[in-house]
């Protein structure tokens, strides 16, 4: 939340991260915990959460889904864990600097599927899903 008020790069990127880490969980739904909570998971993706960046939203995200992640990591496969660094000094304070942002193609995809997925039953998307090439009607 600090670097979303601060406008930090780091926001962008840990934000990236935990809609990753949703949609993984979004693909185990026939385990039992993640239908349990299948809801938050769903809001954590879209930009009204994002958009709200309620403190006490985050903190309930992060009670609610640590137990979750355990079923991300498949049989055989580890990750290795992450280490965070809590010491944070000011090398750089520019004040008054407005910094252009980059344009982010993880959230558009999100986005774009999020669009598909509200439009599936129309005859254009259903066309896409099952490859069949769309005449100039659709």
């Given amino acids: 939340m600090l670097s979303q008020i601060e406008a930090l790069q780091t926001y962008n990127t840990a ?4 809609c990753g880490l949703m949609n993984e969980l979004e693909k185990k ?9 299948l809801p938050l998971i769903q809001t954590v993706t879209t930009d009204e959460f994002w958009a709200a960046g309620d403190l006490l939203a985050f903190e309930k995200v992060r009670q609610e889904l ?18 965070t660094s809590l010491y944070d000094p000011i090398l750089n ?5 407005v910094m252009e942002a980059a344009y ?4 558009y995809k ?9 439009h599936q039953d129309t005859l254009a998307i ?7 090439s769309l005449s100039q009607m659709d």
């Fill in 66 to 83: 640590c137990e979750l992640i355990k079923f991300i990591i498949e049989e055989g496969q580890e990750k290795s864990p992450v280490i």
């Fill in 104 to 107: 982010d193609y993880g959230d």
């Fill in 110 to 118: 999100m986005k774009v599927n999020c669009d598909v997925n509200d």
């Fill in 126 to 132: 259903q066309k896409l899903r099952k490859n069949i």
């Fill in 93 to 97: 304070r520019n004040e008054g600097l």
């Fill in 29 to 37: 739904i026939t385990i039992p915990q993640i239908q349990t909570r």
């Fill in 15 to 18: 934000k990236r991260q935990l």
